[in-house]
């Protein structure tokens, strides 16, 4: 496929959700970790630690795969900073 600006590619739109997912679901583990901490078990610490470290992963990852399709597509541009986001995991 030719590489074109294509505002509608479907497979971008996804990445883009999954990243926004992914971002909003880390922001919420964050802020529950540092605006509450003597207001839940170490249990529930632990588990919104793992949780904020898997979601940060899913959201670097797709980072990633959104810039790897643009660039092998040419559907459209990375917005700019999130590329930092990606190359910062490896």
């Known amino acids: 496929m030719p590489k074109s600006e294509s505002p509608s590619c479907e497979v971008k739109r996804r990445l883009s959700e999954q990243f926004a997912i992914a971002a909003r679901r880390f ?3 964050v802020v ?3 605006n509450h901490p003597s207001q839940m078990t170490p249990g529930e610490h632990e588990r919104l630690w793992t949780d904020s470290r898997q979601a940060l992963e899913r959201a670097d990852a797709a980072a990633r795969a959104y810039k790897e399709h643009v660039d092998a597509h040419g559907c459209a541009k990375l ?3 999130y590329e930092r986001s990606a190359d910062s995991s490896r």
């Open 27 to 29: 922001d919420e583990a």
């Open 32 to 34: 529950l970790l540092t």
């Open 79 to 81: 917005p700019t900073g």
